[in-house]
């Protein structure tokens, strides 16, 4: 069974970095893609950006300049930074497979990890 | 971008109701159409993909239907469990891939 954990800090200040790290297992990250989404406390759900387990990535050009997401193979693991965050990134973030093909869809997710930005 | 919406933004309803969420986009995603279920506290959870194909795993009262920019999740016959919000996501586009606003279900 694939089960995602998502790890990191839960608060970051503003204007800082929020990183965290979704560990999989279950499953190999190889060859599959991987995704970041979020979601604000009582609001709907963002795609963030994915990455194929080559380290090709694909990111919402809304958050571009400021999202980077890498893979690590041999610690079946994949992260992602948001840099110069504001209140605004204060969210949910959740990783997720991204079963990709001639149609694309998110299983499974991991449970989610709260992020606040705040000083 | 391509808009998704979805109607009603929610809803009040009773076990054994037969619901309908409809799910619209802003141009013609062919059959790239996603539904998630997500309760209270807990990640999304994939019901149907692909517009009409259930996720393995999920109750058979749960379908989908729809092409182009109109689509509809369908739950035959509504059980407690069933009380949640739902997303649609469309993956026509992946620049980028955008979700519906949601629809919660809640007890009548």
């Known amino acids: 069974q694939i089960h995602l954990q998502e790890s990191g800090p839960g608060l970051v200040k503003p204007s800082e970095t929020l990183s965290l790290t979704c560990t999989v297992s279950g499953v190999s990250i190889s060859p599959y893609y991987w995704s970041w989404i979020r979601q604000p406390p009582g609001k709907g759900l963002e795609w963030i950006g994915y990455?194929?387990?080559?380290?090709?990535?694909n990111y919402n050009p809304s958050l571009k300049s400021r999202v980077t997401i890498s893979v690590d193979t041999s610690k079946n693991q994949f992260s992602l930074r948001l840099s110069s965050v504001t209140a605004a990134d204060t969210a949910v973030y959740y990783c997720?497979?991204?079963?990709?093909?001639?149609?694309?869809?998110?299983?499974?997710w991991g449970q989610g990890t709260l992020v606040t930005v705040s000083s | 971008d391509i808009q998704m919406t979805q109607s009603p933004s929610s809803l009040s309803a009773s076990v054994g109701d037969r619901l309908t969420i409809t799910c619209r986009a802003s141009?013609?995603?062919?059959?790239?159409l996603n539904w998630y279920q997500q309760k209270p506290g807990k990640a999304p959870k994939l019901l149907i993909y692909?517009?009409?194909s259930l996720q393995s795993g999920v109750p058979s009262r749960f379908s989908g239907s729809g092409s182009g920019t109109d689509f509809t999740l369908t739950i035959s016959s509504l059980q407690p469990e069933d009380f949640a919000t739902y997303y649609c996501q469309q993956s026509y586009s992946t620049l980028p891939f955008t979700f519906g606003p949601g629809t919660k279900v809640d007890f009548k």
């Open positions: 141009q013609s995603i062919s059959s790239n």
């Open positions: 990455i194929y387990y080559t380290g090709s990535t």
């Open positions: 997720a497979r991204l079963h990709s093909g001639y149609e694309d869809w998110f299983d499974p």
């Open positions: 692909a517009a009409s």
